[in-house]
């Protein structure tokens, strides 16, 4: 523990270090990455869309990072270690450093909370021209932050709320798109590692997407479905402007999100007409550690109700991040009933697993579609 203290005190200590001791070194690789605190010169994004990373740790026995590969760090004589990744993917990325064994969050470098903990993130360019998820000079919402008492958990909770560049000169009612995370996250999710509002921000403003109001809740709750139909939607309902119905209200999630959406969106049906299932699907097989889901009531309903559902959902809408993506099974056998039923819906299917990229590409896609 001594060894591993004073290593993450040599770590933090590399942010003000890291300019003197690169110039000493020669010239830095590439560039700052997006995501780098203050002051702090890694990591940094080369050519190939590659990320160096530095920290010094002279008393640390072996460093990697982890991006979902580990990397093994090589110690210079002073006690720095380095290593330059592979190409990654562009967008939003989760990484570690483990030192002698023990994964971290790199000082260097922000933080988000992902994997059930406070994990450093780094951001990799999207390709030139791809200006979808990057800030512009165009009208610009607000996320704000709305605290709540909850009686479904008998505590505070908070929301995040996006309300489009038109709301504050306005006194029109929006329509509202409730968005979930997945699990091992939080409300934060979608504001932070998702860039909600840059997304809508740039979408409102090529008039590509009808201005909304978009709810992103903390999906961490004893009962979700209590949480959003009996605190979120009367609270949102009663607070901000917006429009009341099934016809203005959409819902969406990824991955646990996901099946929150779905869960919730068969067993009220009457609140919802957009909904969007993001890398999810019903579990196939119960899994180690994870309860045993009762899903063939939610098929049943669904096929004792089929043109109900099909006339009710003007969008039924799927997305998944390829083979490699960790639902990919559960989601094709789920769909494959849904074809068996006879439930219309559209998926879309883009690369990069299970990951935050793939998310954003979804909300993009899926923003376009609600309210039209």
């Known amino acids: 523990m001594k060894t591993l203290l004073a290593s993450l005190f040599l770590m933090g200590a590399m942010t003000l270090s890291a300019q003197s001791a690169g110039k000493a070194a020669g010239e830095l690789p590439g560039n700052r990455s997006a995501l780098s605190v203050r002051s702090s010169q890694y990591p940094r994004i080369s050519a190939g869309h590659r990320a160096s990373f530095k920290i010094k740790a002279p008393e640390a026995k072996r460093v990697q990072i982890d991006l979902g590969r580990k990397y093994d760090m090589v110690k210079d004589a002073e006690g720095y270690w380095t290593c330059t990744t ?97 699990g091992g996250e939080d409300e934060r999710g979608w504001s932070q590692q998702g860039l909600t509002d840059i997304i809508m921000d740039n979408l409102i403003a090529r008039k590509e997407a009808v201005p909304m109001i978009i709810v992103m809740l903390d999906g961490n709750s004893k009962d979700f479905n209590s949480e959003l139909f009996n605190d979120c939607i009367p609270l949102v309902e009663k607070t901000y402007r917006v429009k009341t119905g099934r016809a203005s209200r959409a819902l969406a999630g990824l991955s646990m999100g996901g099946i929150q959406t779905l869960n919730a969106c068969i067993t009220h049906p009457e609140y919802f007409s957009y909904i969007g299932v993001f890398s999810s699907g019903w579990w196939a097989q119960s899994r180690h550690g994870m309860p045993a889901h009762d899903t063939e009531k939610y098929y049943e309903k669904l096929k004792a109700h089929k043109d109900e559902f099909n006339q009710g959902f003007k969008q039924f809408w799927f997305s998944m991040g390829g083979e490699e993506d960790i639902a990919y099974r559960n989601c094709q056998i789920m769909l494959k009933r849904f074809d068996e039923i006879g439930i219309r819906y559209t998926y879309f299917e883009t690369p990069g697993g299970h990951t935050w990229p793939v998310w954003r590409e979804s909300l993009y896609r899926f923003a376009q579609l609600l309210f039209k």
């Open 86 to 182: 592979d190409s990654l993917g562009p967008g939003f990325h989760y990484y570690f450093l483990i030192v002698d064994g023990v994964p971290v969050a790199d000082p260097a470098s922000e933080s988000f909370f992902g994997c059930g903990v406070m994990a450093s993130g780094i951001e990799i360019p999207y390709p030139e021209g791809d200006t979808r998820f990057a800030l512009a000079d165009v009208p610009h919402g607000e996320i704000r932050m709305k605290r709540y008492f909850s009686k479904t958990a008998n505590d505070w909770r908070r929301m995040f709320v996006y309300t489009p560049p038109c709301y504050e000169k306005s006194t029109a009612a929006y329509p509202v798109l409730y968005l979930q995370h997945g």
